[in-house]
Nanobody, 120 residues
Framework: QVQLVESGGGLVQAGGSLRLSCAAS????????MAWYRQAPGKQRELVAS???????NYADSVKGRFTISRDNAKNTVYLQMFSLKPEDTAVYYC??????????????WGQGTQVTVSS
Protein backbone atom coordinates (compact mmCIF):
# COMPACT_ATOMS: atom_id res chain seq x y z
CA GLN A 1 0.00 0.00 0.00
CA VAL A 2 1.01 3.61 -0.50
CA GLN A 3 1.06 6.38 2.05
CA LEU A 4 1.50 10.07 1.37
CA VAL A 5 2.26 11.78 4.65
CA GLU A 6 2.18 15.57 4.76
CA SER A 7 3.67 17.83 7.39
CA GLY A 8 4.50 21.47 7.92
CA GLY A 9 1.11 23.13 8.05
CA GLY A 10 0.10 25.55 10.75
CA LEU A 11 -0.93 29.08 11.65
CA VAL A 12 1.08 32.00 10.32
CA GLN A 13 0.59 35.73 10.00
CA ALA A 14 0.12 37.38 6.64
CA GLY A 15 3.48 37.91 4.99
CA GLY A 16 4.97 34.91 6.72
CA SER A 17 6.35 31.65 5.34
CA LEU A 18 5.71 27.94 5.67
CA ARG A 19 7.26 24.85 4.15
CA LEU A 20 5.13 21.79 3.50
CA SER A 21 6.59 18.32 3.03
CA CYS A 22 5.04 15.15 1.67
CA ALA A 23 6.78 11.80 1.77
CA ALA A 24 5.53 8.86 -0.27
CA SER A 25 6.16 5.42 1.15
CA UNK A 26 5.39 1.87 0.07
CA UNK A 27 6.60 -0.50 -2.64
CA UNK A 28 7.01 2.32 -5.15
CA UNK A 29 8.53 1.48 -8.51
CA UNK A 30 8.24 4.86 -10.17
CA UNK A 31 6.74 8.30 -9.63
CA UNK A 32 5.42 10.08 -12.70
CA UNK A 33 4.46 13.34 -11.01
CA MET A 34 3.89 14.96 -7.64
CA ALA A 35 1.75 17.96 -6.90
CA TRP A 36 0.09 20.09 -4.27
CA TYR A 37 -3.60 20.97 -4.24
CA ARG A 38 -5.61 23.01 -1.79
CA GLN A 39 -9.21 23.33 -0.76
CA ALA A 40 -10.61 26.32 1.07
CA PRO A 41 -13.94 26.13 2.93
CA GLY A 42 -16.83 26.21 0.50
CA LYS A 43 -14.57 26.03 -2.54
CA GLN A 44 -13.46 23.33 -4.94
CA ARG A 45 -10.08 21.70 -4.64
CA GLU A 46 -7.59 23.45 -6.89
CA LEU A 47 -4.13 22.73 -8.20
CA VAL A 48 -1.44 24.83 -6.52
CA ALA A 49 1.73 23.45 -8.11
CA SER A 50 2.90 20.36 -9.94
CA UNK A 51 6.24 18.78 -10.72
CA UNK A 52 6.32 15.96 -13.27
CA UNK A 53 9.36 13.72 -13.26
CA UNK A 54 11.82 15.09 -15.80
CA UNK A 55 9.47 17.94 -16.60
CA UNK A 56 8.86 21.55 -15.72
CA UNK A 57 7.09 22.89 -12.70
CA ASN A 58 3.68 24.47 -13.06
CA TYR A 59 1.96 26.94 -10.73
CA ALA A 60 -1.46 28.42 -10.26
CA ASP A 61 -1.47 32.09 -11.21
CA SER A 62 -2.42 33.03 -7.66
CA VAL A 63 0.82 31.62 -6.20
CA LYS A 64 3.35 32.36 -8.93
CA GLY A 65 6.38 34.14 -7.55
CA ARG A 66 5.45 33.28 -3.96
CA PHE A 67 5.44 29.46 -3.84
CA THR A 68 8.11 27.01 -4.96
CA ILE A 69 7.62 23.28 -5.48
CA SER A 70 10.61 20.97 -5.30
CA ARG A 71 11.31 17.26 -5.08
CA ASP A 72 13.86 14.96 -3.52
CA ASN A 73 13.57 11.90 -5.75
CA ALA A 74 15.83 9.80 -3.54
CA LYS A 75 13.38 10.29 -0.68
CA ASN A 76 10.17 10.23 -2.77
CA THR A 77 9.38 13.57 -1.19
CA VAL A 78 7.83 16.75 -2.51
CA TYR A 79 8.03 20.14 -0.85
CA LEU A 80 6.08 23.36 -1.13
CA GLN A 81 7.90 26.44 0.08
CA MET A 82 5.41 29.25 0.61
CA PHE A 83 6.47 32.88 1.01
CA SER A 84 4.48 36.10 1.39
CA LEU A 85 1.44 34.19 2.57
CA LYS A 86 -1.95 35.86 2.30
CA PRO A 87 -5.20 35.18 4.16
CA GLU A 88 -6.63 33.84 0.90
CA ASP A 89 -4.00 31.08 0.99
CA THR A 90 -5.84 29.60 3.97
CA ALA A 91 -6.90 26.07 3.04
CA VAL A 92 -6.26 22.41 3.56
CA TYR A 93 -3.27 21.49 1.40
CA TYR A 94 -3.17 18.04 -0.14
CA CYS A 95 -0.25 16.15 -1.59
CA UNK A 96 -0.93 14.21 -4.79
CA UNK A 97 1.18 11.67 -6.65
CA UNK A 98 0.98 9.55 -9.80
CA UNK A 99 2.99 6.48 -9.07
CA UNK A 100 3.50 2.84 -9.85
CA UNK A 101 3.72 0.04 -7.30
CA UNK A 102 5.86 -3.03 -8.05
CA UNK A 103 5.78 -2.27 -11.77
CA UNK A 104 2.01 -2.00 -11.97
CA UNK A 105 0.06 0.66 -13.86
CA UNK A 106 0.28 4.21 -12.61
CA UNK A 107 -2.41 5.29 -10.17
CA UNK A 108 -3.20 8.55 -8.48
CA UNK A 109 -2.92 8.91 -4.71
CA TRP A 110 -3.80 11.61 -2.18
CA GLY A 111 -2.41 12.53 1.20
CA GLN A 112 -4.64 13.22 4.20
CA GLY A 113 -4.17 16.98 4.01
CA THR A 114 -2.55 19.57 6.23
CA GLN A 115 -4.20 22.79 7.38
CA VAL A 116 -2.60 26.13 6.54
CA THR A 117 -4.15 29.16 8.18
CA VAL A 118 -2.97 32.68 7.42
CA SER A 119 -4.17 35.40 9.75
CA SER A 120 -4.50 39.02 8.68
Amino acid sequence: QVQLVESGGGLVQAGGSLRLSCAASGSISSIRAMAWYRQAPGKQRELVASFPTGGSTNYADSVKGRFTISRDNAKNTVYLQMFSLKPEDTAVYYCNADLSLRGSWYRNYWGQGTQVTVSS
